[in-house]
């Protein structure tokens, strides 16, 4: 159980002027922290061993003065007590916690979470990319849609274990989310609960608890083969240009790894000796791309002036449709998860196409043709491999065969003999 004391520096004790009175909480050698209040006392006047102003003392208002001595030691007890994860408690909470106690109507005002988060969205729109604002607006939506659910306001204080698990079942059992979607709400929550906390907001500091975790369930999405991505660059598609022009740039994705908000930015000056030279909207950061005779035959097709897509939506709707007539109709397996049920089924791979099957394709097919992974994430823009690697969709057989090839494997490393 922690411990709690107020106390006055040992140097002080003979001063002739008031001197601050200190706090500090502890549990054994665990946990030990020591802030200034904003109490002070003539150490004459002071107890060490009762903690407040001695009772013989002359001190003005002595009775009032030690309640509120008391006042603080039950505010930083319960202040602690109310923490569900205690192991990352930084070295400044218990100044956070003195500062709310002397200063309680400026805690008072503070913004509850919604607020910030509309405040924070307006604040980043110069610096995040429309589809990470568009992301934080969505859990904005779901954030306020629970507050109703739950019947409370969601103050930084109550973003705590009991949140994370109300609002993990109210996505799962009330609005039918996949893990996937809850997790990156989660994700966001935690980003939001940490840009409070270094704008000077006392949050709970539950949030960097492992048991504040995202779900995760690995997204099932496919990538095309080069076959499969030739197959739909052959369909003739003359009599219908919406479903032509689709087409056309979903292989330029396949081609460039691009991502769909990406493909209509190509122009003739961004490509210099059949080199694609791009700053992608997500990131930001100028990408390199060296174009493949398929994708320079698109960009001749339309004289470098590509046509501006359809909504992701319709796009999405027209893939597979393209898919479709281009026979890419492998069952693959997936499944549905929903909280703790799980349902298993199979469907043809062409209804799982979607816009940035492309850009999957593209490191995919770039990796089974044992292009090194640095040099793939110099051109998709990927910061490390880890994230990279999320890309890449083989099955253990495929990659079993890719390693086949290795020298190490195919008997080709050291020509050993056997005698």
């Given amino acids: 159980m922690a411990k709690v004391k107020l106390l006055i520096r040992a140097n002080s004790i003979n001063k002739n002027t008031p001197v601050l009175i200190y706090a500090r909480i502890w549990i054994g050698t665990e946990f030990d922290q020591t802030t200034r209040t904003q109490f002070l006392i003539h ?26 001595l008391l006042k603080l030691k039950r505010h930083i007890e319960d202040s602690f007590n109310n923490i569900s994860d205690r192991a990352n408690l930084d070295k ?38 429309i589809l990470t604002i568009k992301s934080y607006k969505s859990t904005l939506v779901r954030l306020n849609e629970f507050s109703s659910f739950w019947d409370r306001k969601l103050q930084f204080k109550n973003i705590d274990l009991d949140f994370h698990r109300s609002f993990l079942e109210f996505c799962s059992n009330e609005k039918n989310m996949q893990d996937t979607t809850i997790g990156k709400h989660i994700k966001n929550i935690k980003l939001f609960v940490s840009e409070a906390k270094e704008s000077g907001i006392v949050v709970n500091e539950a949030y960097k608890s492992k048991r504040f975790y995202k779900p995760l369930n690995e997204a099932q999405t496919i990538y095309l083969t080069d076959y499969e991505i030739e197959s739909i660059f052959k369909l003739d598609l003359a009599s219908n240009p919406t479903m032509e022009k689709t087409r056309d740039l979903f292989i ?20 210099k000796d059949d080199i694609l030279e791009i700053t992608p909207v997500k990131t930001e950061k100028k990408i390199f791309v060296p174009l493949s005779a398929m994708a320079m035959q698109i960009i001749h097709k339309y004289d470098h002036v590509l046509p501006k897509p359809i909504s992701n939506q319709n796009f999405n709707i027209l893939l597979k449709d393209i898919g479709k007539l281009a026979l890419i109709k492998t069952l693959i397996p997936v499944f549905k998860k929903v909280g703790k049920l799980r349902t298993d089924s199979a469907i043809p791979k062409y209804k799982m196409i979607t816009s940035h099957t492309a850009r999957r394709s593209f490191a995919t097919n770039c990796y089974m043709d044992r292009i090194p992974s640095y040099e793939i994430m110099k051109m998709t823009g990927h910061k490390t491999e880890a994230a990279f690697l999320k890309y890449i969709r083989i099955t253990q057989e495929q990659a079993a065969k890719k390693l086949s090839k290795h020298p190490r494997f195919s008997g080709k490393k050291n020509n050993l003999k056997i005698i």
């Fill in 43 to 68: 150490p004459e006047h002071w107890s060490q061993n009762k903690q407040c102003a001695r009772q013989k003392s002359d001190l003005k208002n002595k009775d009032q003065f030690n309640a509120n």
């Fill in 92 to 129: 400044h909470w218990l100044k956070r916690v003195v500062e709310n106690f002397h200063n309680p109507t400026k805690s008072d005002n503070l913004p509850d979470l919604p607020s910030f988060i509309e405040k924070f969205i307006i604040d980043c729109q110069a610096t995040k990319s």
């Fill in 252 to 271: 330029l994705g396949c081609a460039t790894g691009l991502r769909f908000s990406d493909l209509s930015g190509i122009n003739e000056e961004n490509i």
